[in-house]
């Protein structure tokens, strides 16, 4: 592990650029056990790459009982990877993690418990994963993607894009909002019911148009939804 040193001044560093709340390196060094874990993972990926499969399995169980922070050794995590606060973190053996990463407590980067082989996701360059988000199975996460807080994430993501909910849908997608005007593409149980009702809308829609003429609706359904969405006020 030659640059092992040069690689914790380096995550030191980027912990001092991304969280306003570090106060200064001695802080860093001591109090930020998401820095620990990845350091404990360092050495373990390392044990595991040269035939120490136990040993690394058992080092990561002390490291997750030190800083509540679970990093299969065998799992690719690239550099200057930030784990914010850290409690609950799972990151499974064939995860791959890019670079300038960062990851907030909670989040697990996890199998379905369907798949076998490569069975937990990718998350490319620059991803940020909000306190909670579940990311499962063989998927990846395009560069730049923002997921939110408490999303379950079971599909791949293009890069750019920010993902919300559960089952996690786009809301963003290199910087313009989407909306979803088809329930399915949300694919979640409440999506059949909310098809029905789009397509009795579209009915009505047509019905109304058969009884005022073409000029009842100026635009197409889609176009509408869009236009009510941006123009919703949401402060209550
Ligand atoms: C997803 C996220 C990155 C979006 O941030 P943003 O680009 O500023 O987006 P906005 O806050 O404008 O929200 C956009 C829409 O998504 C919704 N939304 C935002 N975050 C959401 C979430 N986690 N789950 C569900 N919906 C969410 C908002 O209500 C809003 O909906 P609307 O436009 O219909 O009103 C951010 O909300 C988030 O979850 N960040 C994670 C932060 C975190 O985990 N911090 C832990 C610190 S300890």
Redesign the pocket.
Known sequence: MPHLLSLIREDVATVLERDPAAKSRLEIYLCYSGLHAVWFYRMNHWLWNHGFLLLARWLSQVARWLTGIEIHPGAHIGRRLFI??GMGVVIGETAIVGEDVTL??GVTLGGTGKEHGKRHPTLLNNV??????KILGNITVGSNC??????VVLRNVPEHS?????PGHI??RNGE?VVITDPKQINDPLSEALAAVATEVNKLRERVQKLEGPEAFREPLSASLQRI?EN?D?QI
């Open positions: 914010d606060h907030y407590q940020v994963v909000g306190g909670g988000a923002r997921i939110g807080a408490g999303s920010t993902v919300v909910g559960v809301i963003f909002r969405m919703i949401y």
